[in-house]
């Protein structure tokens, strides 16, 4: 009947007469047209376009793991179980870089250390994986890479400080080799102390340029110019900047281009503060009068017996100079200042030379000899009162010249040691001795261009 199966695809509008007509009929449907009518009321539902979230809002819709490797790190710190993992990374990555596997497979020894230390696998969870697995069988994906990143970390702050050398061949061959790169973290995690690590990068990276590395020590040497300059450390640029004029290898010296920017020039030299040097005059009248003698056995003693020292740094930047001191006594910070001579004011920078006022010191050194021999000849001859006195007197001359030579100029010229110092237009003069002598030298004249 095709009456009645019209009437029922009808929707609204029909006469009251219609739909009692489709009421009636509809028992005369057969069988097989009854179900058509709830998958049409199925359908209508769906026809309308939803407007509910894929995941629901709130704290459950956080994506485990934000933050990357720093984030991973703040995770991993604030871990109740955090000294034993960090006891269990550095054993593992320890072997890792000693063995250097070609597969990271270290989930047996995770688990035994991890039953030494009653540290249940549950115990190892963070927003960023499980810190055993990782360790254990390596990360999947790159939030675990991230807290791979984050355990070598946290291993590399907690460990001595004994051989820089060796740490930074484990850090450039893991972070070469595996997912556990902690070069992005190292700043933040080691603090000033960075500043030794970075330098050990360095100086590993020139090595292997230079043909002292492994003959696989290449991509070792890149990563560690990649980590040099991806560092927002002003320790870490400054590294850059002196080994770009060192290497020779093209890569590398293309991923150093950037470090002897205006922007990222910034020299570092370290050594002791000591006060301007003193004059001929000066230095002649201390010495006849004892007190040259007398000051260099009071430093003598303060050096060895209270650890009396004033480390200090020097920054040399396109702003200028400024000068870091610290005076320490028995491992004790006393005082710490801070000296600042802007571009405009610094007027000039001397660098001694090695031995300075050498002839200077022989021949005062010379006149209180000749004066000892001359007096004693004197005083056999004419058998003064107390002649043995002035005698002694001289003999403290003499010695306290030969030790002012000596400590001042032979020793440090002797171990490629020297004074650098910077004169201002007006303020004390800034000296730093007991500097590296090529260091000096490549800092000035960088100082020197760039000026």
Known sequence: MADPETETRTE?????????AQTDKVPSVPPARAPSVPAQAAAKPASVPPHRPSRPSGPLARTPGEGGPLGAYEALARSARLPDLVAIAQKVLGEAASSRPSEWMFMSKVSLAADDAKLPHGDAETPFGNALTVLGSGPDGAIERALASALHAHAIAEAPRDDEEHRAAEILWLATHTAFDATPLLDRALGDEARETWRAIGDRIVQIDAGKG??????EAIAGCAALMASTSAEARAVAADIASKVKDPTLVHLLAGATGDEAR???LEGEAIAPPRGPVLTAILALSGLLFAAHAVRLVARLALAYKRPAEVSLTA??????TRTEMLGRTLREREHVIVRAG??????EVRY????FYAGLLALALGSYVGVRAFSDGVRAASPSLLLTGLVIVALGIAADFVLGSVLPGARGRCRVAF??????ELVLADVDAKRADDALARTLRSR
């Open 214 to 219: 492994a003959s696989l020590a290449r991509g």
């Open 423 to 428: 004169v201002p237009r007006s303020g004390p």
């Open 346 to 351: 610094l007027m000039k920078v001397v660098r």
């Open 319 to 324: 702003n200028g100079v400024r000068m870091k």
């Open 356 to 359: 300075p006022r050498a002839a």
């Open 266 to 268: 910034e020299l570092r």
């Open 12 to 20: 609204g509008g029909e006469p009251p007469g219609a739909a009692d």
